[in-house]
């Protein structure tokens, strides 16, 4: 199948499942092209951008489930609860197993720092919080804490300068 005709397919489903959620639908839109502008640039294979950019999508799929399990939705339980909808959702659309197992993989570690491996970990995990430190309104310490321990590609680092006025 066309792998650009499968992100639209997901990105139509992941709209689906946080339907009426205006802030989770833009988080991971946004998140979604964040990465995929870090996979262009830092020109990884194909294989990789694919599943860098599924992940994107799904990365916080286990939101929803976790508030409505739990009363509320840490990284921890995202990571708990999203691999399961994500699976569905993947096998629905026919992508294949090992693409599923790592997005999978993906979902259920994107706030875990500490065991980054693979440029579709490093893309995420960068593409997630060049949002969040908007979306969060993170302290400028606790984001240069970020970018010296976490962020690890020239274009996750340009961009932040770029976007939030910092010299390099």
Same mark, same amino acid.
Not at 31 to 41: E, G, I, K, M
């Given at each position: ?14 709209? &689906?499942?946080?339907?009426? /959620?205006?802030?989770?639908?833009? &988080? ?5 092209? #964040? *990465? %995929? ?28 489930? *976790?508030?409505? $399990? ?14 399961? @909808?994500?699976?569905?959702? +993947? ?13 999978? @993989? ?26 969040? #430190?908007?979306? /969060? &309104?993170?302290?400028? %310490? *606790? ?16 961009? @932040?300068? +770029?976007?939030?006025? %910092? $010299?390099?």
């Amino acid at each position: 199948m066309n792998r650009i005709k499968l992100i639209d397919d997901l990105t139509e489903k992941m709209i &689906h499942f946080d339907q009426g /959620d205006v802030d989770r639908i833009q &988080h991971f839109i946004k998140v979604h092209r #964040f *990465a %995929q502008f870090l996979c262009s640039r830092e020109q990884v294979d194909m294989e990789t951008k694919f599943i860098t950019e599924c992940a994107a999508l799904v990365h916080d799929i286990g939101i929803l489930p *976790a508030e409505r $399990k739990y009363g509320k939705s840490t990284g921890v339980l995202q990571e708990k609860e999203g691999p399961y @909808y994500a699976k569905a959702m +993947l096998k629905e659309l026919g992508l294949q197993n090992e693409e599923i197992e790592r997005i999978c @993989y993906l979902v259920a570690h994107h706030h875990t720092y500490d065991q980054i491996q693979g440029m579709d970990y490093q893309i995420l995990v960068e593409a997630d919080f060049l949002v969040n #430190f908007h979306e /969060d &309104h993170m302290e400028k %310490q *606790a984001i240069e804490k970020v970018l010296k321990n976490i962020f690890r590609t020239k274009t996750g680092i340009f961009l @932040y300068h +770029l976007i939030y006025g %910092q $010299k390099q």
